[in-house]
């Protein structure tokens, strides 16, 4: 597609339920990347993906939060037993650039409401 | 690790004025500066950016400066126009491997009539 595409754009769940979040980066991009907006806040990072390897993952929280890329492309950000902590909107960005500062292209974002 | 600080949380101008928003950075070794753009229920877009090789860039009614020794920059838009009205974010990354940005608080900007 032409822009970072993300679903759901809304997840409504109740407190211990588990949320996948999917991430469909622009074509090409090697580099992708996890960050998550609470409300009045700026987009703090979580997780990076550079190809299917996760190349830096200090930002996820605790062992409750997990993301895959298995084919390089498609990432899917999972969390269990979600904690009403949790919500917040989930940002998917890719880039072009490997290893070197390059622009990020975010997506919409996933915003995550835990009951 | 980063830590970036950004002021003002808020700040209103009249349409033509000019809008200054200022953010302080903690590691010396970052060397990648941008500037996202935020709307109402919208994804961050890129604005503008500097690295750390250059003091200052413009682009049209936006410029960027950068003060390392200070370890400070800052945004400038001029002649604002009511579709400048946002929240704005700036970023701080050591690039290397990934782009791993640090973002501050965010400046509500609003520009009236």
């Known amino acids: 597609g032409a822009g970072v595409s993300q679903t759901p754009s809304n997840k409504v769940t109740e407190k211990g339920k588990y949320v996948e979040l999917r991430c469909d980066p622009i074509?090409?991009?090697?580099?992708l990347y996890w960050y998550r907006q609470s409300l009045g806040q700026g987009p703090e990072f979580l997780i990076y993906?550079?190809?299917?390897?996760?190349?830096?993952d200090s930002g996820l929280p605790n062992d409750r939060f997990f993301a895959v890329r298995p084919e390089g492309s498609v990432s899917t950000l999972k969390i269990q037993r979600t904690e009403r902590g949790d919500s917040a909107v989930y940002l998917c960005?890719?880039?072009?650039?490997?290893?070197?500062?390059?622009?990020?292209?975010f997506g919409e974002g996933s915003r995550l409401t835990v009951l | 690790g980063e830590n970036v600080e950004q002021h003002p949380s808020t700040l209103s101008v009249q349409e033509g004025d000019s809008a200054v928003i200022k953010c302080t950075y903690s590691?010396?070794?970052?060397?990648?500066f941008p500037w996202y753009k935020q709307e109402l229920g919208k994804r961050p877009q890129l604005i503008i950016d500097?690295?750390?090789?250059?003091g200052e860039k413009k682009d049209q009614r936006i410029a960027v400066t950068l003060n390392k020794t200070a370890k400070h920059f800052s945004l400038h838009i001029t002649e604002t126009q009511p579709e400048d009205s946002a929240v704005y974010f700036c970023?701080?990354?050591?690039?290397?491997?990934?782009?791993?940005?640090?973002f501050g608080t965010g400046t509500q900007l609003k520009v009236e009539l």
């Open positions: 960005a890719s880039s072009s650039t490997q290893g070197a500062t390059g622009e990020l292209f």
């Open positions: 074509s090409g991009h090697t580099a």
């Open positions: 993906f550079q190809g299917t390897g996760a190349a830096d």
């Open positions: 590691d010396s070794a970052s060397n990648y």
């Open positions: 500097i690295r750390s090789n250059v």
């Open positions: 970023a701080a990354s050591m690039g290397g491997g990934g782009n791993k940005l640090t």
